[in-house]
T-cell receptor
Framework: AQSVTQLDSHVSVSEGTPVLLRCNYSSSYSPSLFWYVQHPNKGLQLLLK??????LVKGINGFEAEFKKSETSFHLTKPSAHMSDAAEYFC????????????FGTGTRLTVIP | DAGVTQSPTHLIKTRGQQVTLRCSPI?????VSWYQQVLGQGPQFIFQYYEKEERGRGNFPDRFSARQFPNYSSELNVNALLLGDSALYLCASTLSGGPFYEQYFGPGTRLTVT
């Protein structure tokens, strides 16, 4: 079975400082992992995805994530937070047993302080 | 190109009633998935349809049903509504039915059951 655990329900950073959102995964297969962002009253947007190519994945808006198999982690980072980054972030693992369904974490709310 | 569209945007129903939610996928996409997002939680997989056939079903009661039409649009039906069905219902479309295709989410339908 696949699952993800987001280690922080809420992260608060100052504008211009680094962002770190933590995620651990559990998967019986070589996982497909994603980070999605959800702004208030907007749909989910894909930030980046890992599908067993390079372990360091670059996404949109300056975000990147590193797949670490030894630590079963897929943490999301950004060097410098912007006010527009304030949103809910979801770490996601894909079901690879047949259907194309996604298993979402519980989410991390990122607050950016001016 | 138009993204995934969902209707209605908001809906208020009474316990025991039935509701139908609609989704139109991105042009050319043949697979549609439905997710339920309860306030404060990550989305949970309900159904996946590909080429008008059910490909996967999450852990939801039989009160939930769905179908996909020849034009690949989809409807989600929920019977005998309970207060706990209040949630944001998200539709996602994918080019194909396999586990490695990116899912594109619509803005969702917010259902309130009173």
């Amino acid at each position: 079975a696949q699952s993800v655990t987001q280690l922080d329900s809420h992260v608060s950073v100052s504008e211009g400082t680094p962002v770190l959102l933590r995620c651990n995964y559990s998967s019986s297969y070589s996982p497909s992992l994603f980070w999605y962002v959800q702004h208030p009253n907007k749909g989910l947007q894909l930030l980046l995805k890992y599908t067993s190519a390079a372990t360091l994945v670059k996404g949109i808006n300056g975000f990147e994530a590193e797949f670490k198999k030894s630590e079963t982690s897929f943490h999301l980072t950004k060097p410098s937070a912007h006010m527009s980054d304030a949103a809910e972030y979801f770490c996601v693992v894909a079901d690879q047993t047949g259907a194309n369904n996604l298993f979402f974490g519980t989410g991390t709310r990122l607050t950016v302080i001016p | 190109d138009a993204g995934v569209t969902q209707s209605p945007t908001h809906l208020i129903k009474t316990r025991g009633q039935q509701v139908t939610l609609r989704c139109s996928p991105i042009s050319g996409h043949k697979s549609v998935s439905w997710y339920q997002q309860v306030l404060g939680q990550g989305p949970q997989f309900i159904f996946q349809y590909y080429e008008k056939e059910e490909r996967g079903r999450g852990n939801f009661p039989d009160r939930f049903s769905a179908r996909q039409f020849p034009n690949y649009s989809s409807e989600l039906n929920v019977n005998a509504l309970l207060l706990g069905d209040s949630a944001l219902y998200l539709c996602a479309s994918t080019l194909s039915g396999g586990p490695f295709y990116e899912q594109y989410f619509g803005p969702g339908t917010r259902l309130t059951v009173t």
